[in-house]
């Protein structure tokens, strides 16, 4: 079993900064993308940044430029650092890694933290 947990959110003031973290523990063999998703309240959840395991990056269009994800890979941990948020960006924000459990199998399954709730005031 795989568990991820988030950490970082809160509240903070239109213009201001969060860091997220994000730790996979468990049967791990190796992580392939890790990423951030978010759902705010009556609205669909969304893929906010995307990483593989080799560093490749991509964002949707609403955090270009403001929000930056990484990963350390020896930690099994994915960052999500945001600046000059906005109030849209309020959301409860949740991590995503595929993951392979075992040596003796390709097969990759994904698994999903509990989330950790962003809320950015005006």
């Known amino acids: 079993q795989v568990q991820l947990v988030e950490s970082g959110g809160g509240l903070v003031q239109a213009g201001g900064s969060l860091r997220l973290s994000c730790a996979a523990s468990g049967s791990i063999f190796s992580i392939n993308d890790m990423a951030w998703y978010r759902q705010a309240p009556g609205k669909q959840r969304e893929l906010v940044a995307r990483?593989?395991?080799?560093?490749?990056?991509n964002y949707s269009d609403s955090v270009k430029g403001r929000f930056t994800i990484s990963r350390d890979n020896a930690k099994n941990t994915v960052y999500l650092q945001m600046v000059n948020l906005k109030p849209e960006d309020t959301a409860v924000y949740l991590c995503?890694?595929?993951?392979?459990?075992?040596?003796?199998?390709?097969?990759?399954?994904?698994?999903w933290g509990q989330g950790t709730q962003v809320t950015v005031s005006s």
């Open positions: 990483v593989t395991k080799f560093g490749s990056t």
């Open positions: 995503n890694a595929a993951v392979r459990t075992s040596r003796w199998t390709s097969l990759e399954h994904t698994y």
